[in-house]
């Protein structure tokens, strides 16, 4: 059984690996996406003004890089089950923040809303696996009770 978890977990790891790969390969495209699908609120206006001087870059650049690297890390944290629980956790706020941002089917219609309720619901299953490596964390424990009377037998 261990073996087939190590094995399931690389393998899973290996969408977030490529995935953040691809967008740190190519910065312009993924700043692109950012910038037609993702909206700074207004509140955040001064702080975001203080990090693009202080940076050099967009917002939606350090966006783009951050979402890269998050999932390039996360995926291989995962992958060489160095703090599994911890980065399934972020990744599962990644995933809900990527399906509300780009799979938006809910504002959609036709076969574009078809396509999206798809993509959110493979995400829906993504979060169901990351939950489970979270649930697992480094590996299988030593079964105990959960509560016992404290009579012995």
């Known amino acids: 059984?261990?073996?087939?978890?190590?094995?399931?977990?690389?393998?899973?790891?290996?969408?977030?690996?490529?995935s953040g790969a691809f967008k740190l390969f190519d910065i312009a495209a993924t700043t692109q996406m950012i910038?037609?699908?993702?909206?700074?609120?207004?509140?955040?206006?001064?702080?975001?003004?203080?990090?693009?001087?202080?940076?050099g870059m967009p917002m939606t650049q350090m966006l783009a890089i951050m979402a890269g690297a998050t999932e390039l890390i996360c995926g291989l944290a995962i992958a060489l089950n160095f703090g599994a629980r911890f980065f399934a956790i972020v990744l599962i706020a990644f995933v809900i923040a990527a399906t509300f941002y780009y799979h938006d089917f809910w504002n959609q219609t036709g076969a574009d809303q078809k396509?999206?309720?798809?993509?959110?619901?493979?995400?829906l299953s993504i979060i169901g696996a990351l939950f489970v490596i979270a649930g697992i964390g480094?590996?299988?424990r030593n079964v105990e009770p959960a509560y016992t009377d404290g009579r012995t037998q």
């Open 35 to 55: 910038t037609d699908k993702v909206v700074i609120p207004g509140t955040l206006t001064a702080y975001t003004t203080q990090l693009e001087g202080m940076t």
């Open 115 to 123: 396509n999206n309720m798809i993509h959110a619901m493979k995400n």
């Open 1 to 18: 059984m261990p073996a087939f978890i190590t094995f399931g977990r690389v393998v899973f790891a290996v969408l977030f690996i490529v």
């Open 138 to 140: 480094r590996g299988p």
